[in-house]
């Protein structure tokens, strides 16, 4: 497999701060006093929701979960699976699902009704990332980061075939030199 490299910018590292720090101001203000579970939503959230959390000035407790929904290229595979489910009981608390994208919209609608079988007071959903123009379910996100192109993005947790999670910004893989994605 030829060599990937990032390519074009398209979100930098102070953009994610200080977005995250105000999406972390407006959860702080909309859970005061409530019972509030940060769940992440692995591998792709790990970055976000740590980055996040830290910024979050109330107690909250934090848990994760893992679902397969992408196989190791770049196509949604239409199938959800529970890899790793959540350590904590979520009934009675008020669940922010944290994740690095939403794409489809397929994986957190899956798992929104999975949760809300457990019991919450609510579940809502946090996402770094929004592509609204490759939705095929509807689905409210309450606090999105940034609205994205349709175009496959990698860094800052996201990946492509396990690779790029640890970049402080998140690129365009389509643009990356040698992608074989160009045309
Ligand atoms: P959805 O079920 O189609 O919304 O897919 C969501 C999941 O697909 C995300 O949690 C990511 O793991 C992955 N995904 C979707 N788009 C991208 C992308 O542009 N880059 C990296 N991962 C992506
Ligand atoms: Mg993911």
């Known amino acids: ?3 990937r490299k990032p390519g074009r910018v398209l979100i ?4 994610l701060e200080r977005r995250t720090a105000e999406l972390a101001r407006e959860i702080t203000r909309d859970y005061e006093g409530l019972d509030l579970v940060m769940v992440g939503v692995l591998k792709g959230a790990f970055v976000f929701l740590a980055d996040l959390a830290r910024r979050v000035e109330l107690p909250l407790e934090i848990d994760f979960v893992a679902v397969s929904s992408y196989g190791s ?16 009981d979520i009934a009675g608390k ?4 944290v994740e690095d994208i939403v794409d489809t919209g397929l994986t ?4 929104v009704g999975l949760l809300k079988e457990r019991g ?4 809502e959903i946090c996402a770094l990332l929004n592509k609204p123009e490759a939705r095929k379910v509807d689905l409210e996100v309450k606090y999105s980061g940034f609205e994205v192109p349709p175009l496959f993005v990698v860094g800052y947790g996201l990946d492509h075939a396990e690779r790029f999670r640890q970049l402080p910004y998140v690129g365009v893989l389509d643009e990356m030199e040698g992608s074989g994605r160009e045309s």
């Open 1 to 3: 497999m030829e060599e």
């Open 12 to 15: 930098g590292e102070e953009e």
């Open 73 to 88: 290229d770049t196509e949604s595979s239409g199938v959800v699976r529970i890899l790793k489910d959540l350590d904590l």
């Open 94 to 97: 008020h669940v922010l699902l």
């Open 108 to 111: 957190l609608k899956y798992l």
């Open 120 to 123: 919450p007071a609510s579940v």
